[in-house]
């Protein structure tokens, strides 16, 4: 079996990587002129140099593959949290570029070359803040951010392609974290070990944070699994979460954590204000979330439903908060970022 991965060299493209490779797969990273390639060394991996717009790379990336694993894309530390577009610089020619245009030509070329599956990663930013919890695939699709709105416009293209004869497979994961993270996983360490962290109603509001490994396996049944064809699957970590449940577990785990401040919501511009005067400091690539929408976002709950998943790929994710923070922490401090 011969499979080509986009963003191989991302948190969930190395992983995926890793999955591939211990189940006998070829494997082909798409990757741009400048991609370090150190994280993939250990693997026996064949490269094609190209960029989101060299539709020739694409056609030599996909030739002779069974799968295409779409991971790459486009993503600011604002667009978790809803405010990327707002810092006055138009940020929308680049998510079109890479999250909606490459995804199209990817696709072209993979109908070209017929290949047997098409699996894009999309993410749980599509759905709208009025979705029903736990959220299902068919809940109300209203994008918040830029990011989110990429998202969803690729995927009218993955449902195109379809349509014309491509085997597509659509994933969306919430927030992804794990060894190797550059985005989210330092910034939630960071918060936990500081003395005193505000945050709207306790932490509380249900967030979705799935394991990394977790969203990697349910790709891989997405390529080998018929009953995947067609489909839109949620990859959440099947439990509810939250940041206070985050802090908890860093707790247990290490023997400190912060103190958690609980403030109402309908204060989140003064909370904004603290939050930035407190945390901003010690922990700059918070700043995006510490803004009244960031904070808006942070009261509303998000807990994906995993019914579909379970019911046709006889999915269910392995690692619970603790043990995934677990895994996390012990790979962060082997590696010196702890």
Not at 40 to 68: H, N, R
Request: glycine letters at 8%.
């Amino acid at each position: 079996m011969h499979a080509l991965v986009t963003g191989a060299t991302g948190l969930i493209g190395r992983h995926l990587v890793a999955v591939l490779a211990a189940n006998g797969v070829e494997i082909c990273a798409y990757v741009r002129p400048s991609t370090n390639r150190r994280p993939l060394k250990s693997y026996p991996i064949k490269y094609v140099v190209g960029t989101a717009s060299d539709e020739v790379a694409m056609l030599q990336a996909v030739a002779g593959v069974d799968f295409v694993f779409h991971v790459a894309g486009y993503l600011t530390a604002n667009a978790p949290f809803g405010t990327d577009g707002n810092s006055g610089a138009d940020e929308w020619p680049l998510y079109q570029a890479v999250n909606v245009d490459f995804t199209a030509k990817l696709l072209a070329a993979s109908l070209d070359a017929q290949v047997g599956r098409f699996v894009y990663v999309s993410s749980s930013s599509v759905y709208s803040l009025d979705a029903p919890v736990p959220t299902p695939e068919d809940a109300p699709l209203a994008p918040l951010s830029l990011y989110g709105r990429s998202k969803l416009q690729a995927e009218a293209h993955v449902q195109q392609a379809q349509k014309q004869g491509l085997a597509t497979t659509i994933i969306r994961p919430p927030v992804a974290y794990g060894p190797g993270d550059r985005y989210f996983t330092p910034m939630a360490l960071r918060l936990a070990r500081l003395p005193l962290l505000p945050l709207v109603n306790g932490g509380r509001t249900l967030m979705d944070m799935v394991y990394v490994q977790d969203v990697a396996e349910l790709l891989w049944l997405c390529g080998q699994r018929e009953a995947a064809n067609g489909r839109i699957y949620n990859a959440g970590p099947g439990y509810h979460t939250s940041l206070f449940d985050l802090v908890a577990a860093y707790r247990e785990l290490t023997g400190s954590g912060p103190r958690i401040v609980s403030v109402r919501s309908e204060m989140a511009g003064r909370t904004a204000w603290l939050s930035r005067r407190l945390v901003r400091p010690f922990v700059p690539e918070a700043s995006a979330a510490l803004t009244p929408a960031g904070l808006n976002l942070m009261n509303h709950d998000l807990h994906l439903d995993m019914t579909r998943a379970a019911a046709d790929l006889n999915f269910t994710p392995r690692y619970s908060l603790l043990e995934g923070l677990r895994a996390t922490i012990n790979q962060e401090y082997l590696k010196g970022r702890f």
